[in-house]
């Protein structure tokens, strides 16, 4: 009985602490009160430099004393909070910090109560509290990314028809911002609330595509600044650039389906021995116990995971294109 009481204390105080991490206080209300009297204060005078560093300002004292302490232990904090952004969900770096650190934590119970060794528990539960949430952060960027580019070439179309129409290009942002839901719409309502409050429509664009990280939006921002500098049909533009991202994306969805087979097959074969393994090892624990002990087992394991990792590497660069 007191066996399984480890695990499910662990248990319940990670879900504890992920739940406390992503449901905690958001500072955006906060922020947008801030920027509002900000705009007020600088309707009539301030530059666009004071404004910068104003909304800088800003940013940066939404920065709690949990992010503080998980920007100095986690690697790299400033690609993270871009990362975390990347997501669109409204995290920080120390809701990141309090998950993996709960992974941490249950990761290396559980494998403590199976028998397995105490610094190697420690160190299989530290690869999975910095692997599993960058893993999610991974996925959830490019579940987004894809989303956001499904869906761009039809913000395009409708740039395209509220210029004809003879709306101007800040106004035609707004109407994208309002009528197309998901991640489009509200990359759209961000540039449209940086214009707002005073920031140049260049470098309100510029902000969002370096935060999408996203060819297809670049192109767009690119598209927009020639046409600036050297004028001509701005709604002719937009609308082949759309015509080229839609052949873009149904060229992708081509290459995804004539390679989906191999990728299959590469992720079963290789997820095969690991999957063996960990059964094998939870039925009978004395039976793989070898391969912590032994030394030779150790270094034919070692050799066979090297082996595997170039040859997952060699296909994924098989199967990689750019487009």
């Not at 060819?215 to 001509?232: C, D, S």
Request: overall charge positive; cysteine-free.
């Amino acid at each position: 009985m007191f066996d399984y009481l480890i695990p499910m204390l662990g248990a319940a105080v990670a879900a504890t602490l992920i739940v406390f991490a992503l449901s905690g206080p958001s500072g955006d209300k906060a922020a947008k009160r801030r920027i509002g009297a900000l705009k007020e204060r600088y309707a009539g005078a301030a530059s666009v430099t004071t404004m910068e560093a104003q909304m800088r300002r800003i940013t940066a004292n939404r920065d709690t004393r949990v992010d503080s302490l998980a920007a100095s232990i986690l690697p790299r904090p400033a690609l993270l909070k871009k990362r975390i952004a990347m997501t669109g969900k409204n995290w920080s770096v120390g809701n990141y910090g309090i998950a993996s650190a709960a992974i941490v934590v249950v990761t290396a119970l559980l494998l403590l109560t199976r028998g397995m060794p105490v610094l190697l528990a420690l160190m299989v539960g530290l690869l999975a509290g910095l692997g599993l949430p960058h893993m999610v952060i991974g996925f959830l960027i490019k579940k987004r990314t894809g989303a956001f580019t499904a869906k761009f070439p039809d913000a395009i179309e409708l740039l395209v028809r509220g210029l004809r129409a003879g709306l101007p290009i800040s106004e035609t942002l707004n109407v994208v911002a309002n009528e197309i839901p998901g991640p489009v719409g509200e990359e759209f309502r961000q540039v449209s609330d940086k214009i707002k409050i005073g920031r140049t429509m260049d470098l309100a664009l510029q902000d969002t595509a370096d935060r999408l990280g996203t060819p297809e939006f670049q192109f767009f921002v690119i598209a927009l600044a020639i046409q600036r500098e050297t004028g001509g049909n701005l709604a002719e533009t937009l609308a082949n650039l759309a015509e080229v991202l839609r052949k873009r994306g149904q060229m992708k969805l081509k290459i995804k389906a004539m390679s989906s087979e191999s990728k299959a097959s590469a992720y079963i074969i290789g997820s095969l021995p690991f999957i063996v393994f960990v059964l094998i090892y939870f039925v009978n624990a004395s039976y793989m116990g070898g391969f912590f002990v032994d030394q030779r087992l150790m270094i034919a394991g070692g050799g066979g995971l090297v082996w595997m990792s170039i040859g997952a590497f060699i296909m994924s660069r098989m199967i990689a294109f750019e487009i």
